[in-house]
């Protein structure tokens, strides 16, 4: 489930792309694959502190590099 809510998020960042949730994959990474800048990397952070109600430290940030990166870091934050 959040797998799938993530990849809807990073679709809709994307969306102006043409990018849908099934174009995203676990292994892609969302600056070289994906095409994130600085600012759709915050956008990113956002939605997902917004939509899970968690905090991303932004110490952690720094490692999230592909879309299992931010699954996996959400889940962990989820599990505390």
Known sequence: ?????????????????????KNVSENQSLIEDLGFDSVRLMV?????????????DEGKLENINTVSDVIRH???????
């Open 1 to 21: 489930m959040i797998e799938k809510e993530i990849k809807e998020i990073i679709a809709l960042i994307l969306e102006d792309e043409g990018i849908t949730s």
């Open 44 to 56: 990113l952070a956002t939605e997902v502190e917004s939509k899970f109600d968690i905090v991303m």
């Open 74 to 80: 959400v889940t962990e934050e989820l599990s505390k």
